[in-house]
């Protein structure tokens, strides 16, 4: 069921329709109104706009950070301090009052690539969606660099879209923030010719082999010989081929496997 569910998020992304329900944790910053409401204690619950670095002024606790917390992390931090001398068992909620504007920018294999202004919550799969789906020739990973908001450094983060998409790793569904710069990338390729029904170039899956690999490009043809399959495969830069190869030989990018014909 999840796998089905997952299968029909992606092809929501490719028509550029993805359910909210699949937002994550939205990171408050700089520009966005909180309204903070503190339970049985309505003199204490108020409004506050995020300032330029990143703190609120909240009544009873004063000036507090909240550079890189989300939403419900706020919330505990706030509990936490009301509950430091000043109230018994405080319950807060904050809910986002007015998003700020906040950019992000995806490039490579996706239809509309630029950069794209952000309002609230959006995950990876609602971002690709926003800029229009990914393209046929993208490959199984996307990657989003992403700033730590403590020292200003930048981590890379790996998706594999195939997880995601096809084993349904939600996961992987990772929310987009503020200044993230997202990378499709482009399928690897191998090729087929010779003694097969489609030759062509085709993408290459993780798990290819020399005989998925011939089943994609339509099978053998009635004068292949299949005994004396080869594969043209580029190592250290230079052209290499590999003799009667084993149909559960692996297919490497850029790999042209050769299917020749049979004179008997």
């Not at 937002?23 to 309505?42: C, H, P, R, T």
Request: glycine content about 8%; charged content about 25%.
């Amino acid at each position: 069921m999840k796998r089905f569910l997952i299968l029909i998020v992606f092809l929501l992304v490719l028509c550029g329709v993805v359910p909210s329900s699949f937002a994550g944790e939205y990171f408050v910053g700089n520009g966005d109104v909180l309204a903070i409401n503190v339970y049985e204690n309505e003199d204490l619950s108020t409004t506050v706009r995020v300032t330029a670095d990143n703190t609120i002024r909240v009544p009873l606790i004063g000036e507090v950070s909240v550079k890189g917390l989300s939403v419900s992390q706020v919330s505990k931090k706030l509990e936490d301090l009301f509950a430091d001398g000043y109230l018994i068992n405080p319950q807060v909620d904050v809910f986002i009052k007015e998003y700020r504007s906040k950019k992000a920018t995806i490039l490579g294999q996706i239809r509309n690539p630029g950069l794209f202004e952000l309002q609230g919550e959006i995950t990876l799969l609602e971002f690709i969606s926003t800029a229009g789906g990914i393209l046929i020739d993208a490959g199984n990973t996307a990657t989003i660099k992403r700033k730590k908001p403590k020292d200003n450094q930048e981590d890379s983060i790996i998706i594999d879209l195939e997880r995601l998409i096809k084993e349904g790793d939600t996961s992987l569904n990772l929310p987009i923030r503020d200044g993230d710069s997202v990378y499709i990338a482009k399928a690897d390729i191998f090729y087929v010719s010779g003694e097969v029904k489609k030759p062509d170039s085709y993408k290459l899956d993780s798990d290819m082999s020399v005989i998925k690999a011939i089943t994609k490009a339509g099978g053998f043809s009635k004068i292949a010989s299949k005994g004396k399959v080869r594969i043209i495969r580029l190592i250290n830069n230079k052209k290499q081929v590999l003799e009667n190869v084993n149909m559960d030989e692996p297919v490497m990018p850029d790999d042209v496997i050769v299917v020749p014909e049979s004179f008997f």
